[in-house]
């Protein structure tokens, strides 16, 4: 901790410097976790330094992606509790290349907050280390800005970088895929980091008792489920992508089905999901009914159980879901690619 470098007048003006080299300190040991092979220096420069491996990729293509965790955080500032929504972070992020095919590398963190309590950065932090550990990607920087005036001292905004690498004739297109191909579902956690907007509208949460126990969540209170942390699918993807040809990957976030599925599937063709095979979660059921929202606009706004979808031959659908599952994924069979003008059908 550099002692030296205090500005009583800049602490009078609301942003305290010194507390900025504390929560550096606190969140180290979390950070050490997340090193892996590439990682050239510790944090604290001015820039993070990664060192490429390209070992048996021929034409490495870097695969990037950005996102934050939204209105999502007022849940958290509600129940205090702030060590799952770094997963949240970079969730969002590392799912989203791996949509490509793209193995993620690395990842920055950006925390604007209205005051920095050490305590409280260092647990969003360990959030993000442990989001890191789950995509094997490294966290070697990040920012943390103390904005008084700006946030109220009490909230904050996350937001996350992160780079991959793929072989460019490994990446992961749609000019395979045709009609009678199948669409296999991975579960989600909850409702991940979209939405919330409506979720919270609909629960009223800066108002509602949402803490207690909920008998139609399994005995959880509203705001623990809403703050499970969005899944990372990278490595079971990682996984699949080694043994078999992969056509086509959605991750499914804002927008849910009906914008974010036809994103993979070429022109000419659409996905065909059956109704009745999506598990849908405990959360969405109790969403709709609260709110009155109509199934349509619940596909249209949500995940509703389904955080990714992947797309493969026919012949390939027994051998994806056998490497799924031996590597965590409850996966199962939602649907099948169909020649339509209509890029999704959901019946």
Do not use: W
Request: net charge negative; with cysteine.
């Amino acid at each position: 901790m550099n002692m030296q470098s205090k500005s009583d007048s800049y602490a009078a003006a609301g942003v305290d410097i010194t507390a900025g080299y504390k929560s550096v300190e606190l969140m180290k040991e979390h950070i050490a976790k997340t090193k892996v092979k590439g990682v050239c220096d510790d944090i604290g420069g001015f820039g993070g330094c990664f060192e490429l491996d390209l070992e048996g990729i021929n034409k490495p293509v870097l695969v990037s992606g950005t996102d934050g965790v939204g209105t999502k955080l007022k849940i958290a500032f509600l129940m205090d509790k702030h060590d799952t929504v770094g997963i949240d972070c970079v969730a969002m992020c590392v799912n989203d290349v791996i949509c490509c095919g793209a193995k993620p590398l690395f990842f920055l963190d950006y925390i604007a907050c209205g005051k920095n309590y050490p305590e409280k950065i260092a647990d969003i932090v360990k959030g993000v280390c442990e989001g890191c550990v789950q995509s094997g990607a490294a966290l070697i920087g990040g920012e943390t800005a103390e904005m008084p005036g700006f946030y109220p001292v009490d909230e904050y905004d996350l937001a996350g970088y992160t780079t991959g690498v793929v072989d460019k004739d490994k990446i992961i297109d749609n000019k395979t895929m045709k009609a009678g191909d199948i669409i296999i579902a991975l579960p989600s956690s909850g409702v991940h980091s979209n939405g919330f907007s409506l979720v919270r509208k609909v629960f009223d949460v800066e108002n509602a008792d949402i803490k207690s126990p909920v008998a139609e969540l399994g005995g959880k209170s509203i705001g623990e489920t809403l703050l499970t942390p969005t899944k990372i699918y990278v490595k079971p993807v990682l996984a699949l992508l080694e043994q078999v040809k992969v056509k086509g990957i959605s991750h499914i976030t804002g927008g849910g089905f009906y914008e974010n599925i036809p994103r993979s599937i070429p022109d000419g063709l659409g996905a065909k999901v059956e109704r009745a095979a999506v598990k849908v979660l405990p959360i969405f059921e109790l969403l709709a009914k609260t709110g009155n929202i109509s199934e349509r606009d619940m596909f249209n706004t949500f995940n509703m159980g389904v955080g990714m979808s992947i797309v493969v031959a026919p012949e390939d659908k027994d051998k994806a879901l056998e490497i799924l599952k031996a590597n965590g994924e409850d996966a199962y069979v939602i649907g099948e690619i169909i020649e339509s003008e209509d890029k999704i059908t959901i019946c």
